[in-house]
């Protein structure tokens, strides 16, 4: 926004200027009139350059939860499991899909609530968990106690705003959709691999410069993290092959 209004400024400046010399000519107002439109026109010039340096909102940081999980079984997965969690993938700056607020961006990055969503969530299935801040072989499994490693992965984030004109004021529909993947490695191969998604929805208020959007935002990503981590703990703590750590 900023390279659309520089070109501009002299011509807006001297459009400004002529404008308070024939109103203060026109009213008779002389010094007090020419003084009072040209602090009115710094007072436009500074909103002006306000709302260009403002085009970007970031979502609020999104709480760490834990959500429960539905399980068929009564217990937690029995022995000790290494736990890895990437969530590098889901940041993505989001665009208005039409012109109202098409000024600004909302970046949503959802990678750091993601990951200590995951390793608290899944650290309630598992008897024992061990974080790790890299995927182990299947071969380095035994020598530490672990009965397999499950790697939990974000695949994709997308997200869609809207403005909702109104009356008095506008208000903003937000949607979010977030996909991620689970897999479980034991000593003798593959357990489980399983992808799922959620999606999200939120409404606000636009507010005065559109940042009600932001808020919106984070709403819907919350919901659609709540999907998702119901689904990868339900797949996991379900499953039959996991618990026995039978591969075929």
Same mark, same amino acid.
């Given at each position: 926004m900023l390279n659309l209004i520089e070109p501009m400024r002299p011509n807006l400046t001297r459009a400004a200027s002529e404008l308070s010399c024939g109103l203060a000519q026109f009213f008779g107002a002389g010094k007090v009139m020419i003084d009072f439109l040209k602090g009115a026109r710094c007072l436009m010039a500074v909103a !002006? /350059?306000?709302?260009? !340096? $403002?085009?970007?909102?970031?979502? +609020?940081?999104?709480?760490?939860a834990t959500y429960n999980i539905y399980s068929s079984y009564g217990d937690k997965l029995p022995g000790k499991y290494l736990l890895f969690v990437d969530g590098s993938s889901l940041s993505k700056p989001i665009k208005p899909s039409d012109l109202n607020c098409a000024a600004h961006t909302y970046p949503l990055d959802m990678g750091p609530s993601f990951g200590s969503s995951v390793r608290q969530t899944l650290s309630n299935l598992v008897n024992e968990m061990e974080v790790v801040s890299a995927p182990v072989d299947r071969a380095? /499994? +035994? &020598? @530490? $106690? &672990? @009965?397999g490693i499950i790697i939990v992965r974000g695949e994709n984030l997308d997200g869609r705003l809207r403005v909702v004109p109104g009356f008095w004021s506008a208000g903003i529909e937000t949607e979010v959709e977030l996909s991620a993947s689970i897999v479980v490695d034991g000593p003798s191969g593959r357990l489980l691999g399983s992808t799922v998604s959620g999606s999200g929805r939120g409404q606000s208020d636009a507010g005065m410069m559109c940042e009600g959007g932001s808020k919106s935002m984070t709403d819907s990503a919350e919901a659609a993290l709540k999907q998702v981590l119901g689904r990868l703990g339900e797949a996991l703590v379900n499953s039959d092959r996991v618990r026995t750590g039978a591969t075929k």
């Open positions: !002006a /350059l306000t709302a260009a !340096a $403002g085009c970007q909102y970031n979502a +609020k940081p999104m709480p760490v380095e /499994l +035994k &020598a @530490r $106690g &672990a @009965r």
